[in-house]
């Protein structure tokens, strides 16, 4: 994720609302409203750290294990537990120069609420957001398998070679599951059961799962924002998002709408066709000149890589530079990628996915297994140890 100067500039500060939201936690803070602890459980619960899954720019991803009101081998479940980095935004500093731990703890629970109101089976789903007073955990379903980021080993190789290509059936097969997944998150609803105009934000390769059952699920709703943070004045004089993959619109600092993750998704459908980064920039300025040549360049290495003309008029209406000529909605999108896809080439089916994923990233997948494994011999070791000193 990347923090930029803007195009143009509108200030003050963000807006960190989420009344349009459904109450799906029960939260408890002190006098100053800080969150010091949220229990969503009856009961014990505690989480085993097994192993890191992912580090980004504020938090790590762990694989772990939840246990239920007890040590028993058989309580288990694997989970992924998300906690934030030590430091959060320098707007968010203490005196001392240190970051809040009470600024990340309300920014995890800001995704934790956001992410829970979204109901998909392609969007990995929260399951629990604990803060014990010293370290908040976002605990996440644990969708075993790659991201999308893992199809692009070079991160979409500025070569231009078909190296990294991944098969347009497969290609249409992934997309079409992201975007099931958009329509959701585009989709909620709050408490009135009116839509919140959630967005995103920052569709990504790493913010997008591709599960061993074939599935895209979508990750990661720390910049998601609805339309009523939307429509706040916050400060558009820092850009959030991942560089390579922001909208014309969202590189000027513009109020967003749903169409800003159609634009980031027909990125990820060209990169996945092509193998291919569609533009860069290091200023916001640069990725707003780069986007609006954008369509022009993406027919070309299109064409070169001889994807068939309906798929590639379907990826570049996605990629209109001006949001009013894309698709309106995540489902449109979905329509018209499949038309175009079972004329030509054909779409690809979950358990087709599945089987490139396994085939493609075999050793990974195989020793992530093997590593769960070992965990539960060592956990049913040391609970039957306990049980036997217990019984002494």
Not at 28 to 38: F, L, M, P, Q, V
Not at 233 to 262: K, M, N, S
Not at 304 to 330: E, W
Not at 378 to 390: D, E, I, L, M, Q
Request: hydrophobic share 45%; with cysteine; proline share 4%.
């Amino acid at each position: 994720m990347a923090t930029l100067k803007p195009a143009t500039v509108t200030p003050p500060r963000a807006s960190a609302s989420t009344s349009a939201l459904p109450p799906t936690f029960r939260v408890r803070g002190n006098d100053s409203g800080i969150y010091r602890r949220a229990g969503f459980r009856s009961g014990a619960v505690r989480y085993e750290l097994i192993e890191l899954l992912a580090c980004g720019g504020m938090a790590s991803v762990f694989l772990a294990a939840q246990f239920h009101g007890g040590h028993g081998a058989n309580l288990d479940r694997i989970v992924a537990v998300k906690t934030p980095h030590p430091r959060l935004d320098p707007l968010d500093r203490n005196d001392d120069g240190g970051c809040s731990a009470d600024a990340q703890d309300r920014a995890l629970l800001r995704e934790a609420r956001i992410g829970a109101s979204v109901r998909s089976p392609n969007v990995v789903q929260t399951m629990d957001f604990v803060d014990d007073g010293e370290r908040a955990l976002l605990v996440l379903e644990w969708a075993e398998g790659v991201s999308l980021a893992d199809l692009l080993p070079s991160r979409a190789c500025r070569s231009g070679g078909h190296d990294h290509a991944v098969p347009a059936a497969i290609a249409a097969g992934v997309v079409r599951s992201l975007l099931a997944g958009l329509d959701a998150v585009h989709a909620t609803r709050g408490a009135d059961g009116r839509l919140v105009g959630l967005v995103h934000r920052d569709i990504t390769p790493g913010n997008v799962l591709l599960g061993v059952d074939g599935r895209a699920r979508i990750s990661d709703f720390g910049l998601a924002r609805t339309a009523a943070d939307e429509a706040h004045a916050f400060d558009r004089t820092r850009i959030e998002g991942t560089a390579r993959y922001l909208a014309p619109e969202q590189a000027r600092g513009e109020r967003l709408d749903g169409r800003v993750d159609i634009f980031a998704a027909g990125i990820l459908l060209f990169e996945l066709l092509t193998g291919t980064a569609l533009y860069g920039g290091a200023s916001a300025n640069e990725i707003v000149e780069a986007a609006a040549r954008g369509a022009e360049l993406a027919a070309r290495v299109l064409d070169d890589h001889a994807v068939p003309s309906g798929i590639a008029a379907v990826c570049l209406k996605a990629l209109a530079f001006h949001r009013d000529a894309r698709f309106a909605t995540a489902r449109d999108f979905a329509h018209a990628l499949d038309r175009a896809s079972r004329t030509t080439v054909g779409i690809a089916s979950h358990d087709t996915v599945a089987r490139y994923v396994d085939a493609r990233f075999v050793k990974r997948l195989e020793r992530q297994r093997q590593r769960i494994a070992e965990w539960r011999s060592v956990n049913a070791g040391a609970t039957a140890n306990r049980t036997r000193v217990s019984a002494a």
